[in-house]
């Protein structure tokens, strides 16, 4: 079975420090990989996803995530933190094998909190 | 295209009342998928139709079920409800194609059970 797990809960950091997020996935194949980004009171809204190919992908608002195979790992990453990136960030796994469900599973999410 | 749409926002039921959450897609998107969030939890997966039949299925009760119609808009029926299922619903559409693994989310229906 797939697993995502993103080791923090929040994380704290300054406007206009950089920020990394982490997320560790557990799935035999392919994985199909994707960061959300959640505002309060909102849906998730897709930062970006990674199926195959350039194993460093860029999304939207400035945001860029590495898949690294031999770590397990899709981490999230931004050079400099905007006050309104504060939110709830989740990582998900779905699978990328043919007759996949396409279901993915997320992980618990990231609390982002940005100081001025 | 206008995104996901879900109705109501906001929803204050008592325990054992049934409740029914809508959820529009994306127009031309056909497959819809509902999800429960909560704190304790994190986000859930309750179940997909596409083309008016329920492709997968989560790990919920019965008292959690669901339809689409066939202008692929959804349903999403609790019957009997408990404190327990105060949450955020959250509905999602995908598409066909070489973007079929990516599902778009609607902002969600809040739900308060007293």
């Known amino acids: 079975a797939q697993s995502v797990t993103q080791p923090d809960i929040h994380i704290t950091v300054s406007e206009g420090a950089s920020l990394e997020l982490r997320c560790n996935y557990s799935y035999g194949a392919t994985p199909y990989l994707f960061w959300y980004v959640q505002s309060p009171g909102q849906g998730l809204q897709l930062l970006l996803k990674y199926f195959s190919g350039d194993t460093l992908v860029q999304g939207i608002k400035g945001f860029e995530a590495e898949f690294k195979r031999s770590q397990s790992s899709f981490n999230l990453r931004k050079p400099s933190v905007h006050w309104s990136d504060a939110a709830e960030y989740f990582c998900a796994v779905a699978s990328g094998a043919s007759g996949g469900s396409y279901i993915p599973t997320f992980g618990r999410g990231t609390s982002l909190i940005v100081h001025p | 295209k206008a995104g996901v749409t879900q109705t109501p926002r906001y929803l204050i039921k008592t325990r054992g009342q049934q409740v029914t959450l809508s959820c529009s897609p994306i127009?031309?998107?056909?497959?819809v998928s509902w999800y429960q969030q909560t704190p304790g939890q994190g986000l859930q997966f309750l179940f997909e139709y596409f083309s008016e039949t329920q492709r997968n299925k989560g790990n919920f009760p019965g008292r959690f079920s669901g339809r689409q119609f066939s202008n692929s808009r959804s349903e999403m029926n609790v019957s009997t409800l408990e404190l327990g299922d105060s949450a955020l619903y959250l509905c999602?559409?995908?598409?066909?194609?070489?973007?079929?693994?990516?599902?778009?989310f609607g902002a969600g229906t809040r739900l308060s059970v007293l």
């Open positions: 999602a559409s995908r598409d066909r194609g070489e973007n079929k693994n990516i599902q778009y």
């Open positions: 127009s031309g998107h056909r497959s």
